[in-house]
């Protein structure tokens, strides 16, 4: 498995868990899935959820977990790009390939 830190953070409110870029994944190893089919769905579902789970990537499939705001105030009150945006999004787009 390889993974990056980030130094992307994010303030928590009300207790909603939001991304924080801290922990990127950008493999996995190899895992023997249950192919899925007709009469396998819930044991393969079952299978792909505690992989993500134990990755800490399941809030990206049940939606629990927000995209950050594409813009972030800079110290000077402008708006900037968010950083956290490009890493939030590449790593969606892994779990999605």
Known sequence: MAVTDSTESASVDGGCTLF???????????HDL???????????QQQVQLILRGYGLIGFLDVA???PARFI????GSL???PSVLVF???DQFLAS
């Open 34 to 44: 249950v192919k899925l089919d007709e009469g396998t769905f819930i044991q393969w």
């Open 65 to 67: 977990l927000p995209p």
């Open 80 to 82: 900037t790009p968010n």
């Open 73 to 76: 105030q800079s110290p000077d």
């Open 89 to 91: 999004t590449q790593q």
């Open 20 to 30: 924080t870029g801290e922990k990127v994944i950008y493999s996995f190893p190899r």
